[in-house]
């Protein structure tokens, strides 16, 4: 239940803004950055309890995983939880789950290293160069939902443009 009667649903006290109503965004990109999935909650909404929500969220059948060709997942420390590899193994992906600042320290030990969660932080933060989702104006989530969307669609087209 929001707090503020402004607010909408799928909004909670943002834990970091004087809980002030908020909504959090869980996004599933490909390895390029392409968006895939994506749903909405509360800001005061555990990521890892989105993930399955997300991961349904794709809207074209995924080709099944093999041996030859995994379909990896990567997630951040937040998403260390037993539910989250139940989660991993139902969908058949091949989970990679990394400490804090794992990355980090494995970048300066080896040479080429490639960091694999800077690929969603770079498209969220290309998302919030739309300012109309930048801060949460609709009500109704289906609308939200619909203006993030319509983002997607255009950082797809515009990297596929290239």
């Not at 990567?74 to 400490?99: N, S």
């Amino acid at each position: 239940m929001p707090s503020s009667p402004w607010a909408g649903e799928k909004t909670g006290p943002n834990p970091t803004d004087r809980a002030k109503d908020g909504v959090k965004r869980s996004l599933l990109v490909e390895g390029d950055g392409l968006p895939v999935g994506l749903a909405v909650d509360g800001a005061n909404r555990n990521a890892f309890k989105m993930l399955e929500e997300t991961i349904q969220s794709v809207p074209i059948r995924r080709p099944k995983p093999t041996a030859k060709d995994p379909q990896n997942l990567c997630l951040d420390k937040g998403y260390d939880y037993t539910e989250v590899y139940e989660l991993i193994k139902e969908f058949r992906f091949t989970g990679h789950v990394r400490a804090r600042g794992e990355e980090a320290k494995l970048i300066k030990k080896r040479a080429g290293f490639k960091a694999r969660r800077w690929v969603v932080e770079r498209t969220h933060s290309g998302m919030n160069r739309f300012r109309r989702i930048l801060i949460r104006w609709e009500k109704k989530p289906e609308n939200y939902l619909a203006f993030l969307h319509l983002v997607c669609a255009i950082i797809t087209w515009r990297a596929l443009r290239l």
